[in-house]
């Protein structure tokens, strides 16, 4: 109860700050599933072996992809000579858009690709972050830098992505997609980081709510350049 409390506060606060320096057009009603997920996903890392179903994906020892939803509490650069990919989506359950958004940068923290980009029609914030993934896991690809790493904050993704059982939900070819890309290409991990390591990639959505979308080579929208300047020196 305590955490859903903290939730429900938490919510609020987000809805009053959109009212005063937003559009105010934040859904109340979308709110709801938005909660109800997050505290899911709290609630998994908190007690992960809590499953009375016995629905939680068993991950193999050889698994390309890692669910580790402990992490540093910012952005760590990669080795020498491998390149880091950030990706984050946010979703708005009233218009069903969303926005996607990936940075990729070097051992240093330079910046080699940014890319923000609108979803017109998409069903839920899921949905979204695989697109989000996709989009980064075929960057990396171009760039051909091994080894590689994708970085996302949204567990769920990253957990389906893991598991070697078939995914039933209404994008399930998004995920056959990014599982072929990873067997093929398996110097590409995609790791789950928190959203304190991703914020990079999440100021990008603000980019992505406009409607606005574009691809930089070598930089970042101003919006975003302070906060890569902080991951650098962090």
């Known amino acids: 109860m305590r955490a859903k409390l903290i ?4 919510r609020v606060w987000h809805h009053m700050n959109n009212i005063v320096h937003g ?22 890392v908190a007690d992960p072996k809590a499953d009375n179903k016995g629905k939680t994906p068993l991950l193999p020892d050889n698994a390309i992809v890692h669910p580790d939803s402990s992490g540093p509490s910012s952005w760590v650069a990669p080795r020498f000579g491998d390149v880091n990919g950030n990706v984050d989506a946010g979703w708005d359950a009233l218009s069903r858009k969303a926005e996607i958004d990936v940075i ?9 690709l940014s890319e923000w980009k609108p979803i017109h029609s998409c069903m839920c914030a899921e949905e979204a972050e695989i697109h989000a993934v996709i989009v980064g896991l075929k960057h990396l690809i171009h760039l051909n830098c091994w ?18 059982e078939a995914n039933r939900s209404g994008f399930w070819c998004l995920y056959e997609e990014a599982r072929e ?3 093929i290409f398996t110097q590409i991990s995609v790791v789950k980081v928190p959203r304190s390591s ?25 919006c975003v350049s302070d906060t890569v300047v902080h991951d650098c020196n962090v």
């Open 104 to 112: 990729i940068r070097d051992h240093e923290g330079t910046v080699i």
């Open 147 to 164: 080894p590689t790493i994708i970085e996302s904050d949204c567990l769920r993704v990253v957990q389906a992505l893991s598991s070697q």
């Open 7 to 10: 939730f429900l506060f938490w």
């Open 198 to 222: 991703n914020l990079a990639a999440h100021s990008l959505a603000q980019l992505g709510k406009s409607g606005a979308s574009g691809i930089l080579c070598g930089a970042t929208p101003s």
């Open 23 to 44: 559009d105010g057009k934040a859904s109340v009603s979308a709110s709801v599933p938005y909660l109800v997920n997050y505290l899911n996903s709290f609630n998994f």
């Open 181 to 183: 890309l990873l067997k």
